[in-house]
């Protein structure tokens, strides 16, 4: 937001209100972190929005070796990155072909990847549950990234559709007169100049794949392929009193989400500016 030809008063405001977000924002992970140090003993018996008396750091090695996280870490890294990656390129490839390519088929098959937007995880649990079972893909990694990749194409799809509907089409016809093929058009100008929604749906994609826990506890059973959300939710059983041990593998959970942040935040905020305006 461009605040520099507002009035004073006018920036003050802005200021202020921008501020406030950011204060809910930062506040409950600041919180988090900050009990996380303490025992449970302590956390109980002190105020709540007190730093620790003495921090302890046990609960980090404990949560760690208990909930697994080594292994569910790296899982959940498979997971989130090949899903993307699937999602991406499948997604902006369906939106070339249903917007640049002329098919009567078009409408019928664009519509039914819009109507999988509106269907929810719990409506299609038990379903796709029959169906993974069905196909002997039960407790496998490939029976966990089918469904993500499918759960995640109808959005990528619609994204894709619309951002590529704005790029001229005097560009795919002049490469077209030249000589190129399909793939290599896409390939060569339109997956290029998807960048800006592709880092979009890529941030949607991830988002929703580290965090998801219903499905892969539903489709896995061997602690060796499930991911993090499930070694956190270890903690709500009988450890759900120890809310030091609590608390540290929550924040285990999230370092990796704001680490990707971090690492990507211009592309982040670049892409989705770009992503919004385009599409």
């Not at 977000?21 to 900050?34: E, G, M, N, Q, S």
């Not at 059983?237 to 211009?266: C, N, T």
Request: aromatic content about 14%.
């Amino acid at each position: 937001m461009d605040v520099r030809g507002a009035s004073p008063v006018s920036k003050t405001l802005i200021y202020a209100v921008a501020l406030l977000f950011a204060v809910l924002a930062i506040y409950p992970v600041f919180w988090l972190a900050i009990q996380s140090f303490k025992t449970t003993q302590e956390y109980l018996t002190s105020s709540k929005l007190a730093f620790p008396k003495l921090w302890f750091t046990g609960n980090y090695p404990y949560a760690w070796n208990l909930g697994k996280f080594g292994i569910l870490l790296m899982n959940s890294v498979f997971y989130s990155v090949v899903t993307v990656a699937a999602v991406v390129v499948l997604g902006l490839m369906a939106g070339f072909a249903f917007s640049k390519i002329p098919s009567k088929a078009t409408p019928i098959l664009h519509g039914l990847f819009i109507i999988g937007i509106l269907l929810t995880l719990q409506s299609i649990m038990v379903p796709l549950f029959l169906m993974v079972n069905a196909a002997g893909l039960y407790n496998t990694r490939l029976g966990v990234l089918i469904p993500y990749i499918g759960l995640g194409l109808p959005m990528g799809v619609y994204l894709g559709t619309e951002f590529v509907r704005s790029i001229p089409g005097a560009l795919i016809e002049s490469a077209r007169l030249e000589g190129a093929a399909y793939f290599r058009i896409f390939r060569s100008i339109i997956f290029p100049m998807c960048a800006p929604v592709a880092v979009t749906v890529a941030i949607i994609t991830f988002t929703g794949t580290w965090n998801e826990f219903m499905l892969i506890n539903i489709l896995t059973s061997d602690d060796a392929i499930k991911s993090i959300p499930v070694g956190i939710n270890r903690f709500s059983g009988s450890l759900a009193s120890d809310y030091g041990k609590q608390f540290s593998a929550l924040v285990i959970g999230l370092v990796p989400m704001l680490m990707f942040y971090i690492m990507f935040r211009k592309q982040i905020t670049t892409g989705v500016a770009a992503g919004a305006v385009k599409g």
